[in-house]
């Protein structure tokens, strides 16, 4: 499933993180990357262990926590700190897929990836090109996003970023292990809690909200592995 989660960061935090990134120190990309992706990628990111790029990214992950659409869609168990890159003068980031499994930089632990986040920090109308394009069993999707909303896509399918040919495209990426490892059932269970939430909007709280959110957490319960 893909789905545009939409105001994750307000346009005065967008602002700031701006101002942070571009007085700040970028390197060449490849730098983070295995074989595969060092072969197609053209762009620079923050270092991973730097101070802003780990200040910015605790604010995203703050946000997202608040965000209940978000965690409807995602159910996210645990994060891979935010990564910040940026492309321009013609930058890109070839077809590619997303290592399955990823270190937690500064603990010994590692995440299964399921999803992939873009938050965009960037408006559209300031750069042309740089389209995140996501291929699955349906097709190919191009997503460029207003700054300040993200897209979530499953982890294991082919994407690529267009080339940057005017202006630059800055935006926070990173990985998530969902509760619910199968992206079918966390479609579903995502399907089902919008559901009850219209109906609750519609008829108020009422006998048969409450046993669809009994059977909506009887099916999480069943799924997740926390
Ligand atoms: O910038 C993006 O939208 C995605 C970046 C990406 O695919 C990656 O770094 O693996
Ligand atoms: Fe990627």
Redesign the pocket.
Known sequence: MMLHVPDVLSPDQVREMRAALDATHWVD?RET?GDQ?AQV?RNRQLPESSPVSRELGATILAALSRHALFFSAALPARFVPP?F?R?EGGEH?GV?V?GSVRAVPGSSQQLRTDL?C?LFLSDPEDYDGGE?EVIDTYGSHEVKLPAGDLILYPASSL???HPVTRGARV?S?FWLQSMVRSDAQRGMLFELDQTIQKLRARLGECEETVALTGHYHNLLRLWAEV
């Open positions: 990309g990357v992706g990628k990564l890159n492309y980031y590619h997303d992939s873009t995140l994407h690529r970023v935006c990426f």
